[in-house]
């Protein structure tokens, strides 16, 4: 059983954008609990490399604008999708050129939608590809009066990044209601977020909460190992990320949140969560899927030990992710003897008896090793010893937690 508390370190998604804020601001930023995963890495990399001044101790991070002296003329993503999107956006704003590129697997996601519209901002884009490796030049930016077209906060805040190196406002809309960090981060900062552009900000201190899609991997192995009973602080809780959260509570999992409050206008709570019976399956609003899009492999688990019939529709941009999540995912969990049917926008899943099947594979995402890793715990009980070293793209620490929680 899992029992126990523990913190986590500081959320992704929030991570990248506060460190790109630190390099826009007037003097000296400390942010604490940013995250130490590989993706992040590859952002202050990028950003060292720009000469940002970015140091990291124990405790914190400081971040300071120097000079802008582009001494690396290539940029490496590795498998950061957030990274690239964000750079494409950033880099050639504040008077960088060079090459973005990315490992295999970032090299075959799609750029082209976001390149359409950074096109139309006057973004310097020399290679007329749909993925990486592409090339631009330091641009000066038209304003833009746009709506989002497809339901991405990378390709939102990457405009918004754009559009705010230039004097005159853009009008950026997102009819899709996508994760809104960086509008939190603007509003933190008191700047605007009706349109955006230019404004000036002093550095500032921020103390990044929890990854809620790390927890999402803890939570899961609670709910499903007999006698678990564990408590997460601090965790990330933004409406726009607590999908995972609120479907399982519909679904009767047992899990309380506490000590909910706002800082840095993001909402935070406590989570905690018991081992629970009786789950049952629940119809999911395309809203839900949005706001749990990155937790939809560690859900598809869950809903194979519910009762009844669970439908993940509208989620065609799961095959875009660091692997085609919707093969990934049916390919694991029918392996194990789940009773699964792939979709083209998703899957159904009925409830199952899954049995461990070494031949599963984590198609080198992220997520899909660490739902493999919370598939071996619940059905051979312990934690695995042949360790997936793709999990330290997002959550270097998940085996450390699992060890420290399981007994
Ligand atoms: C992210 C947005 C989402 C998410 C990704 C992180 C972000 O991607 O899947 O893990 O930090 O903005 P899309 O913008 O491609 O939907």
Known sequence: MLKGTIKLDGDKSLSHRILIFGALSNSKSTIYNLSKSDD????????????????????FTTVYKSKINQKIKKFYCGNSGTTARFMIGFLPSIGISGTLY??????????????????????????????????????????IN????????????????????????????????????????????????EGYKKFSFKGFNYTIPGDISSASFIIAAALLVKGSNIKIKNVLFNETRTGFIK?????????????????CFEKVADINVQYSTNLKSVALKKSDILNMIDEIPIFALIACFAKGETRVNHAAELRYKESDRIKSIVFNLQKCGAKITEMKEGF???????????SIKSFQDHRIAMMCEILYLVIQGGINHNKHKIIDTSFPDFYKHLGSLYE
Request: aromatic fraction near 6%; hydrophobic fraction near 35%; charged fraction near 25%.
């Open 102 to 143: 990315g490992d295999k697997s970032l090299s075959k996601r799609p750029m082209k939608r976001l390149l359409d519209s950074l096109l139309k901002m006057n973004v310097k884009i020399k290679t007329n590809k749909e993925t990486l490796p592409i090339q631009f030049e330091k641009s000066n930016i038209n304003p």
């Open 146 to 193: 746009f709506t989002l077209n497809h339901p991405s906060a990378q390709i939102k805040s990457a405009l918004i990044f754009a559009a705010l190196s230039s004097k005159e406002t853009s009008i950026i809309k997102d009819p899709f209601k996508t994760r809104n960090h960086t509008e939190n981060i603007i509003k933190f900062l008191g700047g605007t977020t």
């Open 348 to 358: 159904i899943i009925n409830k199952s008896k899954l049995l461990y099947n070494t």
């Open 40 to 59: 992040v890495k590859r952002t202050i990399n990028i950003l060292k490399n720009c000469n940002f001044k970015i140091k990291t101790n124990e405790k």
């Open 247 to 263: 479907v399982l509570q519909r679904m009767g999992a047992n899990i309380q949140l506490s000590n909910i409050r706002i800082e």
